[in-house]
């Protein structure tokens, strides 16, 4: 498993929120955060020395506790987004089960539903620090009481670390009973609150985002291929990011991840990659997943891949493909109608 797992960098506002709330003396650590909140991820060992740097500011018990149960559902990115759009709370959970390796490479889950209870239990192969654990919990919590609009008691919990000596602050701050010492994370709620309704629901949304879920959890490489994976899954993470602005370029790209261009090019390659073929292949991915969307017309797959004009987007598939998005979706209705001809 690579050390350079990422998560998303939307949860660093969590911190800086509370730094500024708390008046801590925390302006170097604040303008760092900043720095790491420009590109759309962070990594799990740099996520985790800034939750020491905050401790060490502010040493209260159970401090990734309180962080966490800050969280807001836009910062778990993609996922957080297409969760948001689901009916149910049951719903919600079963994608964020399957989508749970665009939030974190290294984060392994299970759950089972046993008498009314949904049990749940994970590990984080790199983010597995005390602090990151309860950060981890909390941010869990905090999701699920967002997308129901209600507060959540849980059943039990469970934290992977030594009982500390106020362990009565967590069962406070989450309501219920905790144990230590665990093999995992765990998590037990009530199985009749999986039915409750997210009320900001929006079934095309949540098709919309699917897709794009799917596709990037195809491009990403395994794990195990280390750092040139790690910089891969980064640099297509922005690219799909700066598609909401229209600015693809490799500049924009390397600066939004912190580097020069020169250094930018450098590690693309020493990964084994081109800019522009990434570039090429993650539209492409994107591109047929939304052509296959008849709700979509070939202008808005046009903006959603960033580019400004549509004849651009036309050129560039019938470069992929051999045919014009109109001719695709032409060829993708002849299939299903022979489909149906065929049963």
């Known amino acids: 498993m690579s050390r350079n797992d990422h998560i998303p960098s939307g949860f660093i506002e969590t911190l800086q929120a509370y730094a500024r709330e708390r008046s801590l003396p925390a302006g170097r650590l604040l303008d760092e955060m900043s720095l790491d909140l420009e590109s ?31 969280a807001q559902p836009s910062q778990f990115g993609v996922v957080g987004y297409m969760v948001s759009s689901c009916g149910t709370l049951g719903q919600a959970l079963a994608r964020y089960h399957r989508y749970q390796g665009l939030l974190q490479a290294g984060l392994s889950s299970r759950a089972r539903l046993q008498d009314g209870v949904l049990y749940m239990r994970w590990t984080q192969a790199v983010a597995n620090t005390p602090l990151a654990s309860e950060f981890s919990l909390a941010v869990f919590v905090s999701l699920c009481q967002a997308l129901i609009g209600r507060a959540i008691t849980p059943l039990r919990a469970g ?10 602050v967590y069962q406070v701050l989450l309501g219920c009973p905790v144990d230590f010492d665990c093999d995992a994370i765990e998590l037990a709620i009530p199985a009749h609150l999986l039915a409750l309704p997210i009320s900001s629901k929006d079934p095309y949304l949540l098709r919309l985002l699917e897709q794009q879920a799917q596709a990037l959890l195809r491009q990403h490489p395994r794990a195990e291929h280390g750092e040139a994976s790690s910089f891969y899954s980064q640099v297509q993470d922005q690219i799909v990011e700066s598609m909401k602005n229209g600015d693809v370029g490799a500049d924009a790209v390397a600066h939004a991840l912190g580097c020069s261009l020169r250094t930018f090019y450098r590690q693309l390659r020493a990964a084994g990659y081109s800019y522009r073929g990434l570039l090429a292949h993650t539209r ?50 002849q299939g299903k109608r022979q489909a149906v001809a065929g049963t």
Not at 160 to 166: E, G, I, T, W
Not at 295 to 313: I, K, M, P
Not at 315 to 328: L, V
């Open 159 to 168: 934290l992977p670390f030594a009982r500390p000596r106020d362990s009565g």
């Open 284 to 333: 492409h991915t994107l591109a047929r997943q939304y052509l296959a969307d008849p709700a979509l017309a070939q202008t808005d797959v046009a903006l959603l891949l960033g580019y400004s004009e549509q004849s651009s987007f036309i050129r560039a598939f019938r470069s992929w493909t051999g045919m014009t998005p109109g001719e695709y979706r032409m060829h993708l209705d």
């Open 40 to 70: 759309p991820g962070v990594g799990a060992l740099r996520f985790c020395e800034l939750l020491e740097s905050l401790r060490q500011l502010d040493p209260v018990p159970a401090l990734g506790l309180r962080l966490g149960l800050s």
